[in-house]
């Protein structure tokens, strides 16, 4: 099979040119230039962008948090994400039961993934217990492609500060990735109580009782962590606060092995959302928080000036009624987590390059490039050169969107940016030289993605 892309701005992390592109089984074999080629099929792209396919590295498809399960499982989460630019995920693996072993969850998400997936895929290890045999099993799911690995420090199944080095230390010497849900236990714990027990139960108390310095110290804990451990590579997931990133490029700039996400939830949304009348605040429950406005374009400088290297979506969905109305009475009741990995790419876009935030390539990095390089999937993924996946995006610059839930694929009641104009919107998206998504249709097959085992990308740390 053979496609040819004519008349495209190729747009990568590094450059923008116009040319052609040809791919030929699923791989792209030539780039830039007039090509005259023999091809199945030819599309006249007209000066629309062509880009690396989207690299959403934090999403939670089929999720079970005991109270609900998220609503996108891996078909229709990864037809959302397609729909919306992006062609590759690594999900989160879900919990399992109390003491199972890491390969446990492994099987399962292997099984639901491959049975649904429509784009390719990866997964982050989750911790939720250490103990030697798990320290130990670390090594054969490396090998396995799962090279990096999320602990918590909160929730009932956080990591104690000892435990964390300890899996910093194992996965550093492996050269793979810790990433961390960087919020301190403790303070949180007390504050939920506290509002609880003085009838504070609407939403709102669901972001003043996890103030912005928990995530703070959490994170000065977790790089001190990682210093005694090595100087082994850390990743903040869904960093949501600007004295969070001064943190994280203080660390940077004295040379720390860290490494930063952000989500458009705390890029576009602030916390006068938790005071939606009618339970409607209850949408905005995750966690972090959204914050303050003001800590919005904090984050964005973030992104300009390189101390974030990702924009990731942690979508988390559960429909409005019945489960996050859960937490109608009682914030603490409502299931923790927001929908968005369709419209990450729009809004980035948009926001980012349409508005002079960020520029094109810039761009790309975040959503696609560096994502791939941090997480072991580049350049076979989250680039435009010979011998790459055929994973791509179409981006028309001129199209105009209004957000809403009910045209996008997500199967969730409602999105967190329902009335958001943008500019610019995926029109076309490949993945390994099929066009699976055009003009917002899916045309692709369920089961049709494939695993990737993820190489460790790191320098090994001896003696861990
Ligand atoms: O509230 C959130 N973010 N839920 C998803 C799980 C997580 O912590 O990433
Ligand atoms: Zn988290
Ligand atoms: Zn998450």
Redesign the pocket.
């Known amino acids: 099979m053979r496609l040819l892309l004519k008349n495209g701005v190729i747009v990568t992390a590094e450059e923008t040119f116009n040319g052609d592109l040809l791919i030929e089984e699923g791989l792209i074999s030539r780039v830039g230039g007039k090509i005259q080629s023999e091809a199945d099929r030819v599309i006249d792209l007209k000066g629309k962008y062509v880009m690396p396919g989207g690299v959403d590295v934090h999403t939670h498809f089929n999720l079970d948090v005991g109270t609900a399960v998220a609503a996108d499982d891996f078909y229709t989460g990864s037809v959302a994400a397609a729909a919306g630019g992006t062609t590759t995920i690594v999900d989160h693996m879900g919990f399992g039961p109390r003491g199972c072993s890491l390969h446990h969850q492994l099987d399962k998400y292997m099984e639901d993934a491959g049975r649904d997936a429509v784009i390719d895929y990866g997964f982050h290890g989750v911790i939720q217990h250490i103990n030697d045999g798990i320290l130990d099993e670390m090594r054969s799911m490396v090998e396995d492609g799962v090279s990096s690995f999320k602990g918590?420090m909160t929730y009932d199944y956080k990591l104690q500060d000892h435990e964390m080095k300890a899996v910093m230390e194992r996965l550093g010497s492996l050269g793979a990735i810790t990433t961390v849900?960087a919020e301190t236990h403790e303070e949180i714990h007390e504050l939920r109580a506290r509002y609880v027990a003085e009838g504070k139960t609407q939403p709102i108390y669901h972001a003043k009782s996890r103030p912005v310095k928990t995530e703070v110290e959490a994170i000065e804990r977790m790089i001190e962590i990682s210093r005694k451990a090595g100087d082994a590579p850390l990743y903040v997931?869904?960093l949501s606060s600007g004295d969070g990133l001064d943190t994280i490029r203080r660390a940077r700039k004295a040379g720390r092995n860290i490494y930063a996400e952000t989500c458009p939830q705390y890029l576009f949304l602030d916390e006068s959302r938790y005071m939606e009348e009618d339970g409607n605040g209850l949408k905005y429950v995750m966690?972090p928080p959204l914050r303050e406005r003001g800590n919005n374009e904090r984050l964005w400088k973030g992104i300009a000036d390189g101390t974030i290297q990702t924009v990731a979506t942690?979508h988390c969905p559960f429909d409005l009624k019945l489960k996050k109305e859960m937490g109608e009475k009682d914030f603490t009741r409502c299931p923790n987590g927001a929908p968005g990995v369709e419209a990450r790419i729009a809004l980035m876009y948009s926001e980012g390059v349409e508005k002079g935030r960020i520029g094109i390539n810039r761009f790309v990095d975040v959503v696609s490039t560096a994502p791939a390089k941090l997480f072991g999937l580049y350049p076979g993924k989250g680039s435009i050169s010979v011998g790459a996946d055929a994973d791509l995006m179409v981006i028309d610059s001129e199209r105009e969107v209004t957000i809403s839930h009910k045209n996008l694929h997500e199967n969730v009641d409602y999105t967190p940016y329902e009335g958001m104009k943008v500019k610019g919107y995926p029109v076309m998206t490949i993945s390994r030289g099929e066009v699976i998504v055009e003009e917002g249709v899916f045309t692709g097959q369920r089961g049709r993605g494939r695993f990737l085992k993820r190489k460790p990308v790191f320098k090994q740390i001896k003696g861990g």
Do not use: G, L, T
Request: no cysteine; aromatic share 16%; net charge negative.
């Open positions: 918590y849900h997931v869904h966690s942690d």
